[in-house]
């Protein structure tokens, strides 16, 4: 079993910066990559940015360039976010990939961008 648990959301000004963490827990070794999904009111679920467990990362068009997702050895994963936008507003949610074919997600973290 794995559980991961966000924390670093919040109210920010548009052009600001904040930082998501994401803590993992229980069988690590199983995690194949993790990363971040975010979902707007009324929108569907979306990727934002993964990681693999050989640090390969991958980002949505969208937030390329402004936000760095990174890995701190199997328990932790974060995305820093730069020149924050009011449509990056949503709820950020931590994934991880568990034997490749199992989703694990956290309970979510709102990001709110104020114009």
């Known amino acids: 079993q794995v559980q991961l648990v966000e924390s670093g959301g919040g109210l920010v000004q548009a052009g600001g910066s904040l930082r998501l963490s994401c803590a993992a827990s229980g069988r690590l070794f199983n995690i194949n990559r993790m990363g971040w999904y975010r979902q707007a009111p009324g929108k569907e679920r979306e990727l934002v940015a993964v990681?693999?467990?050989?640090?390969?990362a991958n980002y949505a068009d969208s937030v390329r360039g402004r936000f760095t997702i990174s890995r701190a050895n199997a328990d932790y994963v974060y995305l820093q976010m730069n020149s924050l936008k009011p449509e990056d507003t949503a709820v950020y949610y931590c994934?991880?990939?568990?034997?490749?074919?199992?989703?694990?997600w956290g309970q979510g973290t709102l990001v709110t961008v104020s114009s």
């Open positions: 990681v693999t467990s050989d640090s390969k």
């Open positions: 994934n991880a990939l568990v034997y490749g074919r199992i989703e694990v």
